[in-house]
């Protein structure tokens, strides 16, 4: 399966963006996906996690404020954010975790007035 990630974008401090990540193939056998970030001169880390039943995890910073759900239907995944702050900055990741890792391309947010 192959992943890509949009709808990144500038948006103000206090402003909501939705990423999506869209699968070329089924993600019913995906049983891990996730969303992770990488800010300028700083490593990519986790942001947010979801198995395949729905059960989900999030980095404290976005806790609260972030929200990632899948639709397996779809074969897309998605997190929306609100809230958002200027340290929210950073070329957004989708990926398959397990059973086979597969990164998407990143998509850059901008939080910024």
């Known amino acids: 399966v192959q992943l890509q990630a949009s709808g990144g974008g500038l948006v103000q401090p206090g402003g909501s963006l939705r990423l999506s990540c869209a699968a070329s193939?089924?993600?019913?056998?995906?049983?891990?996906m996730a969303w992770y970030r990488q800010a300028p001169g700083k490593q990519r880390e986790l942001v947010a996690i979801?198995?395949?039943?729905?059960?989900?995890n999030y980095v404290d910073s976005v806790k609260g404020r972030f929200t990632i759900s899948r639709d397996n239907a779809k074969n897309t995944m998605y997190l929306q954010m609100n809230s958002l702050k200027p340290e929210d900055t950073a070329v957004y990741f989708c990926?398959?975790?397990?059973?086979?890792?597969?990164w998407g391309q990143g998509t850059l947010v901008t939080v910024s007035s």
């Open positions: 990926k398959a975790i397990s059973p086979t890792p597969v």
């Open positions: 979801i198995s395949n039943v729905g059960s989900t």
């Open positions: 193939g089924s993600i019913s056998s995906v049983s891990v």
